[in-house]
């Protein structure tokens, strides 16, 4: 009887830890990506991501925000921690904090 009992332990602790090392893997690969769909011709993607959010973008230390999808369709290779990316969202986080003015300061006045 232990034995059988110690089988079954090691056998699903084995498993938990193949799927642990599995998805731990992909989750390092793809941090923030919650949907990525290749197109037939796979010379692009339809990707969900995680938008960061405005304080981590203000402290430089970007920080996922869960509750924020970005929807896109981009090269496949896309990486939202990307500094280029995390320009674009700082940059487009100050266009809604500062208006539609779109950085024009010219008041025609």
Do not use: W
């Not at 430089?60 to 990307?82: A, H, L, R």
């Amino acid at each position: 009887m232990f034995e059988k009992n110690f089988r079954s332990i090691t056998g699903s602790a084995l498993l938990a830890a193949g799927l642990f090392a599995i998805t731990g893997t992909a989750a390092a690969s793809d941090a923030g990506i919650v949907y990525k769909q290749a197109s037939e011709e796979a010379s692009y993607c339809h990707i969900k991501y995680l938008a960061m959010t405005p304080e981590s973008l203000q402290s430089g230390v970007p920080e996922f925000n869960p509750s924020d999808v970005i929807d896109m369709y981009g090269p496949c290779g896309f990486d939202p921690q990307n500094p280029e990316e995390l320009r674009r969202q700082t940059q487009a986080m100050n266009r809604g904090l500062h208006g539609e003015s779109g950085g024009d300061s010219s008041s025609g006045d």
